[in-house]
């Protein structure tokens, strides 16, 4: 089978939600010595964002837009390792995301990080419970443009603006737009603690995102 072929089959796991397929593929395009990076770019990355665009336009649900992550990311742990030194896939910017400190909901964050990745973003999921140090460690290890952090209770959003006192004090705060959201946070409070933006919902923060990103002028 030809690499044209792969790459086909490699996207229509993704949209199909079939993670076995996804691995399967991208298994045989490693072992046949393709571009690992046109699979990420022409098979993960199209897939993904041919999910994105459905499940905005409501023409899909949450359990599948989760699948398809979950197919591309098993996909990703075979090609991402076998890049050639220096080759890096195309992104429009990095985002190290998480749940703040105190706070174990993920559903929210995991959606927004699915849809930024099918929107071409590099995404660090640093997952739930994560204090600030988590997030600052982080950013000083990828050196992201943005960074998001998800607070679902009114008792957790506290946590937001410690994370953000964190970057300061890191040095890191000048160099980072920092995206606000969950069911707790307004536009409003976000505006009070000195964030730079905030996503109402998963489209949202991806448009949020990219203005962010923009605005920096990366």
Known sequence: MGETDLLKRL???????????????????????FDPLEAIEKGVSEGLKIVGEKFGAGEIFLPML???????????????PMLK?????????????????????DIGKNIVATMLTANGFEVYDIGVDAPASKFVEKAKEVNPQIIGISALMTTTM?????????????????????????AAVTEEWAKQIGADGYGEDAKAAVEVAKKLVLERGD
């Open 11 to 33: 996207k229509e796991a993704i949209i199909n939600y079939d993670t076995e397929e996804a691995a399967k593929v991208a298994k045989e395009i490693v072992e046949k010595g």
């Open 66 to 80: 989760m699948m398809a992550a979950q197919a591309a990311k098993e996909a990703l742990a075979i090609l991402e």
């Open 85 to 105: 030194e220096g080759a890096s896939r195309k992104t429009i910017g990095k985002v190290v995301i998480g749940t703040v400190e105190g706070d174990i909901h």
């Open 158 to 182: 506290q946590k937001v603006p410690e994370v953000i006192e964190a970057l300061k004090k890191a040095g890191l705060r000048e160099k980072v737009k920092v995206m606000v959201g969950g």
